[in-house]
């Protein structure tokens, strides 16, 4: 089949006809007023012959006359790929020859440059694509252009937008002209080139539209000399982040993005999410904080609605998100605590008898265990690391486990450790001591002196790794060679068959092999697991050859000039205020004893985590073996209910897996996330107030002192990152599986994150500047650009 007619093509037969005919043919069926046309189909395409007697015979149907030729290929007006302007549309062809010229035309898009490079965004196979051509009667407007029927700024699902251009909607389309936009409920005088009859229309056509697609849809839409409207494409609008859960209640909710505090932008797969929610929660419960944990596109985001409209907790609810959420996360709180729906309600929120009482129990804990900490820090160390260790050791599985339902009894009776508060209150007291000084020092010491002070810090488990990584490179000896010139995926490969000259991997993984990056989801392998990052920053560290960039050098000088700092500004500090210079003082000086344990939290926790993932995956194993799943680690993508079905009543549970498998994969493409929701979809920080347009100049947070000029080097995956010493790293966020790349980079440029948070902490350790909340730092800056970090300013200055 090479030709059909237009209002024959239907979505069952996207291989053929494509995406944009498929969309088309169910319009027509639907009955609304599409120009007809037919379909040169992907069939005619693998042949690689126009079939010119049966185009000719169609056209001939049509008319004769003007017709527009585009592009629809298998992989295009999708739910997670448009293509919008990758692919070719000739309008106004006339005549046989024009036509049979306008099809090449289109085939040809198919390779181009733009379309093989979107392609690849996606990681859409360039072999199994196909392109099948539409050709339309032409219509010739007097105005056209594309309405959303939902607002792809903000994301607001009760939005519509439409943007309207005089003549061919190419105009709007290509970005080529100035043009009328119309936003819902924003008010316009009638200068532009729609009435408020077609835009009445048009909302009607939208509403229509998305409720039959079941979808927000981006339509392109032509008016005619006899002002009708004539519809030219509907596809889904893929740029809009998901919706939060409907609660059907009147007022909206908002949620604030949590995984950027452990350094995660990318979707949590299903099992991780199920456990993370119960951990999260019971984490903030332990401080006296209660917050549902939502999952929005595969990413956790906390309920703060409650919070936002309860008296008492909305005048600390900024200032609790300096700490770990950063400055976006601040201003946009700020903006939904200024809006009227989320006034406080009633009086202060009751709490329970119960919950009162643990309440109070978790204050005087606090009380105690900070104060402990901060009274005999050492011990307190001592303490922590003992706690560490013994949840080591109790993570283990016992040895009597053999079917999958002794290993689900295991994972599922797992609970939180009794030996929590010696963790978590030093921790805490680290932080706060880390943090209450630049308050206490104002005017006395600027925030890059007090980062100065909070450099080279010692105790912390992650710069143990790097520099024991950064060892096990100085020792490879005659090595070297081979771990340099050698793919790290293929040097993990040899390392897990037993094939790799042993140059200490396994005893650093013995070690540290629990971790990874975004090891906090339960579904991503840990380094032992596969070792492909290790091997990558292995190979970033034998390229470093001046021994004074050597990472454990660069330590010892940041530490330096921290207790110099340190010395310099008490003594100034307590001639010009006494007692708050004693006070900042003693804090700075536990700050360094303390702060340093951040990170032993959830290195800990990530113990009982390994040990849970092994178990889930040797029950994978087993339904796997009873065909119930197509590979064991197919189990990440299920929760433990539907495990427990599988596991107890044979449930058969593939299909699940692969439409999740799908979703999380168009997800992972996704590469900025919203800091904040509203219910409706808003993503809160695109209502903010602009930004002043700077002068090549990005600003951001400054979270490192110093300043450093080199060529950025924009990293999505550090399991494959290439940083040549000197190059500044720049990432949308970064967790501890990152930082054995700061050992070579010369600074740090982050989307998100929070003064105290891994990167910026870690990047102080080493006496690196870094600049966070840089808004889509990944996108303005490319690799290879000449930039300018100064950690003091909180700039970028691209050259």
């Given amino acids: 089949m090479h030709v059909i007619a237009l209002s024959e093509a239907t979505t069952q037969m996207l291989d053929l006809v494509g995406g944009k005919a498929a969309g088309l043919g169910e319009l027509i069926r639907r009955g609304e007023r599409v120009p007809e046309g037919f379909c040169v189909t992907t069939e005619a395409h693998r042949l690689g012959v126009i079939p010119t007697a049966e185009v000719v015979a169609a056209y001939e149907r049509l008319g004769a006359g003007p017709v527009a030729v585009r592009s629809s290929a298998t992989a295009e007006d999708l739910p997670d790929a448009s293509f919008a302007g990758q692919q070719d549309t000739v309008l106004n062809v006339t005549g046989t020859a024009e036509l049979i010229a306008a099809i090449e035309t289109c085939w040809d898009s198919l390779h181009s440059d733009r379309a093989t490079a979107y392609r690849d965004a996606r990681q859409i196979d360039h072999q199994a694509v196909r392109m099948a051509v539409v050709v339309q009667r032409m219509i010739t407007p007097t105005v056209a252009g594309v309405l959303f029927t939902a607002n792809p700024l903000t994301g607001r699902r009760d939005e519509m937008a439409v943007d309207a251009a005089a003549g061919l909607g190419t105009t709007v389309v290509d970005g080529a002209a100035t ?302 060679q081979l771990l340099l010139d050698t793919p790290p995926a293929e040097l993990a490969a040899r390392h897990l068959r037993g094939t790799l000259p042993d140059i200490g991997m396994t005893t650093f993984l013995d070690v540290y092999g629990h971790r990874g990056v975004a090891e906090v989801d339960l579904g991503v392998p840990r380094w032992a697991e596969d070792p492909t990052p290790v091997f990558a920053a292995l190979a970033n560290y034998l390229r470093v050859t001046d021994p004074r960039q050597g990472p454990d050098q660069r330590f010892q000088r940041a530490a330096a000039a921290a207790e110099a700092s340190l010395a310099a500004l008490v003594a100034r500090a307590r001639r010009r205020r006494p007692v708050r210079g004693r006070i900042a003082g003693f804090l700075l000086r536990r700050a360094r004893s303390l702060a340093g344990l951040r990170e032993a939290g959830k290195f800990a926790g990530l113990y009982p985590l390994r040990e849970t993932r092994r178990q889930l995956l040797l029950i994978g194993a087993d339904l796997h073996g009873s065909g119930l799943l197509d590979q064991p680690d197919d189990i990440m993508f299920l929760t433990l209910d539907e495990v427990h079905a599988a596991v107890h009543q044979g449930v058969d549970l593939r299909g699940t897996v692969t439409a999740r498998r799908a979703v999380h994969r168009r997800e992972l493409r996704r590469r900025t996330v919203p800091v904040a929701l509203l219910s409706d979809g808003t993503d809160v920080e695109t209502v903010l107030p602009a930004r002043p347009a700077g002068d090549g100049t990005l600003a951001g947070v400054g979270a490192s002192a110093g300043r450093v000029t080199g060529p950025a080097r924009v990293v999505h995956d550090p399991g494959t990152a290439h940083i040549e010493p000197g190059d500044v790293l720049v990432a949308a966020t970064t967790d501890p599986g990152w930082t054995p790349l700061f050992l070579t980079a010369a600074a740090l440029v982050t989307e998100t994150g929070a003064i105290m948070a891994h990167g910026p902490t870690v990047a102080r350790e080493y006496g690196i500047p870094a600049v966070i909340c840089v808004p889509d730092a990944t996108r303005t800056i490319s690799t290879g650009q000449l930039v300018t970090v100064d950690g003091g300013a909180g700039t970028i200055t691209v050259h």
């Fill in 179 to 480: 043009v009328d936009h119309y936003v819902d409920g924003v008010p316009r005088d009638d200068t532009g080139c729609l009435t408020s009859a077609h835009l009445a229309e048009l909302r009607a056509t939208g509403e229509r539209l998305q409720a039959h697609f079941g979808s927000p849809q981006d339509v392109e839409w032509a008016i005619d000399a006899d002002d009708v409207l004539w519809l030219l494409q509907s596809r889904p609008i893929t740029s809009l982040f998901p919706l939060p859960p409907q609660t059907g209640e009147p007022l909206p909710r908002v949620y604030l993005e949590f995984g950027h505090v452990q350094g995660m932008v990318q979707p949590v797969t299903p099992m991780g999410m199920s456990t993370l929610r119960t951990q999260i929660a019971a984490m903030l419960a332990a401080l006296g904080v209660r917050v549902d944990i939502v999952d929005i596109g595969g990413r956790l985001y906390g309920d703060l609605s409650d919070l936002a409209r309860d008296r008492s907790s909305r005048k600390r609810l900024v200032k609790l998100l300096a700490v770990d959420f950063g400055p976006r996360a601040q201003a946009v709180m700020q903006h939904v605590l200024a809006d009227p729906r989320f006034a406080p309600t009633g009086g202060r929120a009751r709490r329970g008898g119960a919950q009162g009482a643990a309440s109070l129990r978790t204050a005087g804990r606090a009380v105690v265990g900070i104060l402990r900490a901060l009274a005999r820090p050492e011990a307190a160390r001592i303490r922590m690391f003992e706690a560490v260790e013994q949840m080591r050791v109790r993570s283990a599985a016992p040895a009597d486990l053999r079917t999958a339902a002794d290993r689900l009894r295991f994972v599922q009776a797992q609970d939180s450790d009794d030996s929590a508060d010696a963790i978590m209150w030093p921790i805490v007291a680290g932080m706060l001591a880390a943090a209450l000084p630049t308050a206490l020092l104002k005017g006395v010491a600027g925030p890059d002196e007090i980062h100065t002070v909070l450099g080279g810090m010692p105790h912390n488990v992650t710069i143990k790794m790097d520099l024991a990584l950064w060892r096990l490179a100085q020792g490879a000896g005659d090595h070297r």
